[in-house]
């Protein structure tokens, strides 16, 4: 049997955690997490700590379904999550616990009403900007193009939340590799490595961001910032592991296709310059470990 964890949020700090607390706790749990949050913004850390956190068998548990999500949509990804890590939700107001099958069907109907609500809502938009475009008006932010500070500022903020909220969805895809190997691997093995794992380019600074960031939201340790233990190798020696890794995981890859890989991640040759050579590849490849062995094409 899993723990209970019990989730309340409020929005501002005007408003009181009391009511939530009391009934939660009347119900019984393990574990109370609360936050001050915007319900419009999935850029909670304590909820994504709890989430992550949780285990096969645990249940979180709310008063009702608006303290967890902001949408239909956010609401059935946060139990998808849970029922991939093979936890379940309830609610203690709405006809929601995941622990019983007859839920499920219910889940489908929102997750349907989800999708509807996503395409009336493009529908819509479309529509809005067919018609102002149609009478002569400009779309956009009126107070972005008069070159307003404070409109700039809410852009900025808007934009800064979502990539957070993107950064926090992703984190599972390449945060174990990188809890693994750092400190004690330098970034650039780690960015190949998590180039592999997650099937998708990831850069030394694009990661390196990206776990600063994390850092910043107090949803990872800081020690993985620091200066790995391994004395710092030439540049060339970390080209070397990087193509090798790339060579040994795709055999049949070419040495150009290995080149035009390096490029997509934007790393210069040895030699300071931005395309890769067949030649400069392969001179990378002549330093393979013993009993390594590659068909050069």
Not at 97 to 114: I, R, Y
């Amino acid at each position: 049997m899993g723990k209970v964890f019990a989730y309340a949020r409020v929005s501002t700090d005007a408003q009181d955690l009391d009511p939530q607390t009391d009934e939660l706790r009347k119900d019984g749990f393990d574990v109370l997490v609360v936050e001050k949050a915007s319900g419009a913004s999935r850029t909670r850390p304590e909820l994504a700590r709890l989430v992550r956190e949780m285990k096969a068998g645990d249940i979180l548990k709310v008063v009702r379904i608006d303290r967890l999500a902001r949408s239909v949509s956010h609401l059935l990804e946060v139990i998808e999550t849970l029922e991939g890590k093979g936890a379940h939700f309830r609610s203690l107001r709405d006809p929601i616990d995941t622990t019983t099958p007859q839920v499920m069907f219910s889940l489908q109907v929102l997750g349907a009403v989800a999708q509807l609500e996503r395409a009336l809502i493009a529908d819509r938009s479309k529509a809005g900007l067919a018609s102002a475009r149609a009478r002569g008006r400009v779309g956009g932010n009126p107070g972005v193009r008069a070159g307003d500070p404070a409109a700039i500022a809410k852009i900025v903020k808007s934009m800064d939340e979502t990539y957070v909220t993107r950064l926090i969805d992703s984190m599972e895809t390449f945060m174990p590799t990188v809890r693994k190997m750092r400190p004690a691997k330098p970034w650039p093995d780690v960015a190949a490595a998590v180039s592999q794992a997650t099937g998708t380019t990831w850069t030394v600074k694009r990661l390196r961001q990206s776990v600063r960031r994390l850092v910043a939201e107090g949803l990872v340790d800081r020690a993985l910032m620091g200066r790995s233990a391994l004395p710092r190798r030439r540049r060339s020696d970390e080209l070397a592991v990087l193509v090798q890794g790339i060579a040994l995981a795709n055999p049949g890859m070419s040495l150009r296709a290995i080149g035009g890989q390096l490029e997509l991640m934007k790393l210069k040759t040895p030699a300071g310059k931005i395309n890769w050579s067949p030649t400069s590849v392969a001179h990378l490849l002549n330093k393979l470990p013993p009993g390594a062995t590659r068909e050069k094409k």
